[in-house]
């Protein structure tokens, strides 16, 4: 019985080994076809920053070389087919492969990323329109939320800050290396959420992302950099006017404001 399984195994393995050779040799006939993708996606990605899906030049190139694939598939297939031996001879499977992987990329990026995209713009302006007068108090937590580390009530440092916010640009985290984080909760007329970190690569700068926190749990909706806000968590936050940030910072203190109790949560 053991035997029986054994070769049953065996030829099922030889069987997909097969298939699988086959289409792999399909894919190198259908050279006409993915030859003008990638080309497509490489041009398109090099360009892409002139085109307008998003207000965001970093993500603008990456759906330009998506959405090329298709172009792409679409002038590499008629290509192909127009000889008839290449036609005989090209599996079906391979070709509708090609097909649906452009598609579904294409779809992706027009259903998803595009619309991510641009509610991070929109986060990305409101953020720059923050107005003070709107910010009763500014609480600055830990990277978990549990801690608070200042709590800001005075009118001028929440100004600067809103001030700060003026220069955030977009960012996309690449390996960012983020060496200290704090959760940030404006409080006001709106509750706004953020976290900002510092990140070696970029040292003057602080990069954030906009995040909703529901207990344990951390939502993400985009990420932005200012170098006025690392001027400002320089002054208000770590204590310090000049040098990096890192180990053995000194022990902050509530600026304008009552020390808050170290248990307390983001939510209260």
């Not at 049953?8 to 894919?27: C, M, N, W």
């Amino acid at each position: 019985m053991k035997d029986k399984d054994n070769a049953s195994f065996t030829l099922r393995r030889q069987r997909f080994l097969v298939s699988a050779q086959k289409l792999v040799r399909d894919l190198i006939r259908l050279w006409r076809v993915w030859v003008p993708m990638v080309a497509c996606k490489v041009i398109a990605s090099n360009f892409g920053h002139l085109m307008r899906f998003t207000d965001s030049e970093s993500t603008n190139p990456d759906i330009a070389g998506v959405l090329a694939l298709g172009l792409g598939f679409g002038i590499g297939l008629p290509w192909h087919l127009a000889n008839a031996q290449r036609r005989s001879s090209t599996s079906l499977a391979a070709a509708i492969l090609l097909g649906v992987v452009s598609m579904v990329s294409c779809i992706s990026h027009l259903c998803i990323t595009v619309p991510r995209a641009r509610d991070e713009m929109r986060r990305l302006e409101s953020l720059r329109a923050l107005n003070a007068a709107r910010i009763r108090r500014i609480l600055v937590f830990d990277r978990y939320g549990e801690k608070i580390i200042v709590v800001v009530n005075d009118r001028v440092p929440i100004k600067e800050f809103t001030d700060a916010c003026r220069d955030a640009e977009p960012y996309s985290p690449d390996h960012p290396g983020y060496y200290k984080t704090w959760y940030v909760v404006l409080e006001g007329s709106a509750r706004h959420e953020l976290t900002c970190s510092l990140v070696r690569q970029r040292p003057s700068q602080v990069v954030g992302a906009f995040v909703h926190k529901e207990g344990s749990r951390t939502w993400g909706y985009g990420n932005f950099a200012s170098t006025q806000l690392r001027r400002w968590f320089q002054k208000h936050v770590t204590g310090r006017t000049s040098g990096d940030v890192g180990a053995g910072e000194k022990k902050i203190q509530t600026v304008a404001g009552p020390r808050a109790p170290a248990t307390r949560k983001a939510n209260n």
